[in-house]
C-alpha cells in the first residue's frame, strides 16, 4: 500500500539554530550584554580589527571574546594579550559558528561582561545561513581578495549591519575600487554601515566604533 | 557546504517516519529549499542519497522545489517577494536586501532560509498488496 507521510512539521536545522539564535539574545540581554559577530573570509583582517578594538575600548567596557577557528588558539592569544578574557571555540571542521556552540560558550563569559564579540570562522558562506543572536553582525571584506567579494556574496553583506572594507592602503596596489566596492554593499543594503579601514594602523577604528554605537 | 549536516538531519526524519509508519520502502522524497539558503540542491541529494544507502530509503526518488524568499517591512509594512538585480557578470539574480516598497531595509525574512522535507511516499507492505486477510 501506497501512502503519504507529511513531514513539513519536523524539526528544521536551520529553523532550530534561528531559535536557539533567539534565546542567546534574550539571555544576553538579560545580562546586560551587548553582543557583536565578526564574519569575513580567511585573511580579511578580522583578528587585527579586534585587537584594534579591544585596546580601544578595554576601559570603557567589560569584554569578552569568543575567537572560532578550526583549531589552534593563535587568534585568542592574540586578541587575549591585550588583556581582555578571551575563549577559543574550535569547531574541528565544521565552517561556521554555530548557535548551539556560542550557547555552551556563553556559559563561561565572566558574570560581570558586558561587552561581547564573537570572531566567526573565516568564511563568507556558511555563517550568513546560521545566526548566533548577536545584536549586531559586522562583515569584514578586504581589497586583497580582489573586486568581486561583495557581489559574489550578496547573502552575508544583506544581513550585516556594518560592513568593513579593511587594507585601503593596499588598494592602489590590488587596483581595487573602494568606490565600487562601497556601492556593491549599498546595492545589496542601502542600510549596511560602509566603515573603510587600514586596521594594522588603526585607521578607521573611531569610525567602526560609531558605526557600532559603542 | 553544510549540506551533509542539513543532509544528516533530513535522513533522521525521514527514517524516523518509515520507522513509526512501518514502511517497508520510501518510493519518493519531495525536499524544499530556501532561495536564501546556502545550500546546493544537488549535492544535498547527492548526501541524501548516500545517507539512504542500505535503508528502506535506498531506492527512493528524490525531488526537490526552491521556496523563493517572502519578506515583511518593518518600516511600511510590504509582504512580499524579495527585490532581485540582473548582473550580466553573475548567472544568477542577486538579491536586494532592501524593501521593495519604500527602499529601506529593515526587513524580516518569512521564508526561503530553510531546507525541509516536505513530505515522503511509503510503502506499507510488499508488492502494493493491503494487509487485508
Known amino acids: 500500500m501506497h ?7 519536523e524539526e528544521s536545522l536551520l529553523a532550530h539554530n534561528r531559535e536557539l539564535a533567539e534565546k542567546i539574545h534574550e539571555q544576553l540581554a538579560e545580562r ?16 587585527t580589527i579586534l585587537e584594534k578594538l579591544v585596546e580601544r575600548l578595554k576601559n570603557q567596557y567589560r569584554i569578552a571574546v569568543l575567537a572560532g577557528d578550526l583549531t589552534t588558539t593563535i587568534d585568542a592569544d592574540r586578541i587575549g594579550a591585550h588583556g581582555v578574557q578571551t575563549f577559543q571555540i574550535n569547531t574541528g571542521k565544521e565552517c561556521h559558528l554555530d548557535a548551539h556552540l556560542i550557547s555552551h560558550a556563553i556559559e563561561d563569559i565572566p558574570a560581570d561582561t558586558n561587552l561581547l564579540f564573537i570572531e566567526n570562522v573565516g568564511n563568507l558562506v556558511c555563517p550568513a545561513d546560521f545566526p548566533l543572536g548577536t545584536d549586531k553582525r559586522v562583515v569584514v571584506v578586504s581589497v586583497t581578495e580582489g573586486p568581486y567579494m561583495v557581489k559574489k556574496h550578496p547573502y552575508i553583506f544583506g544581513q550585516a549591519h556594518v560592513a568593513v572594507i579593511n587594507k585601503k592602503d593596499l588598494a592602489d596596489s590590488m587596483e581595487v575600487s573602494i568606490e565600487d566596492l562601497t556601492n556593491d554593499i549599498h546595492g545589496i543594503n542601502p542600510e549596511t554601515r560602509v566603515v573603510v579601514m587600514t586596521a594594522r594602523d588603526g585607521e578607521g577604528i573611531e569610525e567602526l566604533i560609531g558605526a557600532l554605537e559603542l | 557546504m553544510h549540506e551533509m549536516s542539513v543532509a544528516q538531519q ?7 517516519a518509515a520507522k513509526r509508519e512501518e514502511a517497508v520502502k520510501v518510493a519518493r522524497i519531495n525536499i524544499e529549499i530556501g532561495q536564501l539558503t546556502f ?13 539512504f544507502k542500505g535503508t528502506e530509503a535506498e531506492a527512493a526518488e528524490i525531488s526537490h522545489k526552491i521556496v523563493p524568499a517572502r519578506v515583511r517591512c518593518g518600516k511600511c509594512g510590504y509582504e512580499g517577494p ?9 548567472h544568477q539574480a542577486l538579491p536586494v536586501f532592501a524593501c521593495p516598497k519604500c527602499e529601506k531595509g529593515s526587513l524580516d525574512i518569512l521564508e526561503g532560509r530553510d531546507c525541509i522535507v516536505r513530505d515522503i511516499e511509503i510503502e506499507t507492505s510488499p508488492d502494493g498488496d493491503c494487509s487485508c486477510h
Open chain 1, 3 to 9: 501512502k503519504i507521510v507529511d513531514l513539513k512539521d
Open chain 1, 32 to 47: 546586560g550584554i551587548c553582543s557583536i559577530d565578526v564574519m569575513g573570509a580567511i585573511g580579511s583582517g578580522k583578528t
Open chain 2, 10 to 16: 533530513i535522513a533522521r526524519a525521514v527514517l524516523r
Open chain 2, 39 to 51: 545550500l546546493n540542491p544537488e549535492q544535498v541529494i547527492f548526501w541524501l542519497a548516500e545517507l
Open chain 2, 82 to 90: 524579495l527585490q532581485v538585480k540582473e548582473d550580466p557578470l553573475f
